[in-house]
């Protein structure tokens, strides 16, 4: 019998772990590019090979995944997200550096089919909206891992003991997710049978506009720190904390995404998103000092932060496609825009400034309400 909390819990822990090390990693962003002697266009070269080697595990995901054991799977890309990163302060020279953001990179897009295949089904087991809970698991993380990085920074501990005790920590609760993870004969059946099921046009609507969203979520994180650090005057700490501001209010409003989908409309809730995501990207742009961009970040968290759950909640309830294929094709589309965007904003910040690169994501949540719209349409029409 499959017990719908331990299960959950487990892929909680899924959803948990790239979190941790996405938020660790980015936390610590000042000091690696310090440590490497970088600028910000070679920063975003970096960032743009965590990219590719993450598209590439989205697209390999689906067929490694029919042929391997979902435990051992997880297990392997999980593990080698934490080795990739604990060698990330041992590079000697840049061509080092990319070999070991491709490594994680390709372990996050694996995992990421991974973990939300897992949530997909068990939505559809249990019949119960989980997604936005198991998306928390992974703000949890990120949220986690930016404050355990600002902490070190704060009290200058060098980045790879920075990296090594806290990946070390995270292999326990790894191991005992593994063992309770959804069995794998749950979706065997209807994998089958939707290999060759026609993609719907919803479906791929709903992947662009995670796009959209992803992207924003990225240049917040990976770029918000940079840019208290460098144009609003903040110190190693207190720009470590930006992404542990956004992940922490997006985790907020993503707790309660499951609830408001039982509550109100998919187009209501973006919308109501988008607005205060605008909002919060005002604050970040035209406020000087620290306090008010960074009341902005924490604004912007709470807009976005349900948007993604709601979209992949909508994804997984397209019932002629199996659970890893409806979150491959989400995926696949939607991290392009978290994994690719940011290392572009990187090359228009070293071109222009900080505040240009916020006013491109400004663009991108506007188009997220275009998209809404037509996405509302779309499923008014499926239903009818």
């Known amino acids: 019998m499959v017990s719908f909390f331990v299960v959950r819990r487990a892929t909680l822990i899924f ?5 941790f090390v996405y938020g660790l990693f980015v936390s610590r962003l000042p000091a690696v590019k310090l440590m490497l002697g970088i600028n910000q266009s070679q920063l975003g070269l970096l960032l743009l090979t965590l990219g590719i080697g993450s598209v590439l595990g989205l697209m390999a995901a689906p067929v490694l995944m029919r042929r391997t054991r979902s435990g051992p799977f997880l297990l392997s890309v999980l593990s080698l997200q934490l080795v990739g990163l604990c060698l990330v302060p041992l590079c000697q020279g840049l061509l080092i550096a990319f070999c070991v953001m491709a490594l994680i990179g390709f372990c996050i897009g694996l995992t990421d089919v991974a973990m939300n295949a897992q949530g997909i089904a068990i939505e559809r087991l249990f019949y119960r909206p989980i997604i ?13 891992g ?5 902490l070190f920074a704060t009290f200058g501990i060098e980045v790879w003991v920075n990296f090594l005790i806290p990946s070390i920590a995270m292999l326990f609760p790894i191991f005992w997710a593994v063992r309770h993870a959804l069995p794998d004969s749950i979706e065997k059946s209807k994998e089958r049978s939707s290999e060759k099921a026609r993609i719907p046009g919803a479906l791929v609507l709903c992947g662009l506009l995670v796009f959209l969203a992803f992207a924003s979520e990225g240049a917040c994180g990976e770029w918000g720190g940079l840019l208290l650090a460098e144009e609003k005057g903040a110190g190693q700490g207190l720009a470590g904390s930006v992404y542990a501001v956004f992940t922490i209010c997006a985790l907020a409003s993503r707790l309660s995404s499951d609830v408001l989908r039982q509550s109100f409309s998919v187009a209501r809730i973006l919308f109501v998103g988008v607005f205060v995501g605008l909002v919060g990207m005002g604050l970040v742009i035209a406020t000087p000092g620290v306090v008010f961009p960074l009341l902005g ?3 912007a968290g709470l807009g976005i932060g349900p948007i993604c759950p709601v979209l992949y909640g909508v994804a997984g309830h397209i019932s002629s496609l ?3 294929r409806a979150a491959s094709i989400v995926s696949v589309i939607g991290y392009t825009g978290l994994l690719f965007c940011p290392p572009i904003f990187g090359f228009l910040a070293h071109r ?7 006013g491109v994501v400004s663009g991108l949540l506007l188009a997220l309400s275009l998209g809404n719209a037509v996405l509302s349409r779309l499923s008014r029409q499926m239903t009818n």
Request: aromatic letters at 14%.
């Open 146 to 150: 930016s404050v355990v990085g600002a």
């Open 15 to 19: 959803f948990l772990v790239p979190g």
């Open 132 to 144: 936005g809970t198991l998306h928390a698991g992974y703000g949890i993380g990120g949220a986690l």
């Open 352 to 358: 222009t400034s900080y505040d240009a690169v916020f």
């Open 297 to 299: 970040f924490a604004v």
């Open 322 to 324: 199996s659970a890893a």
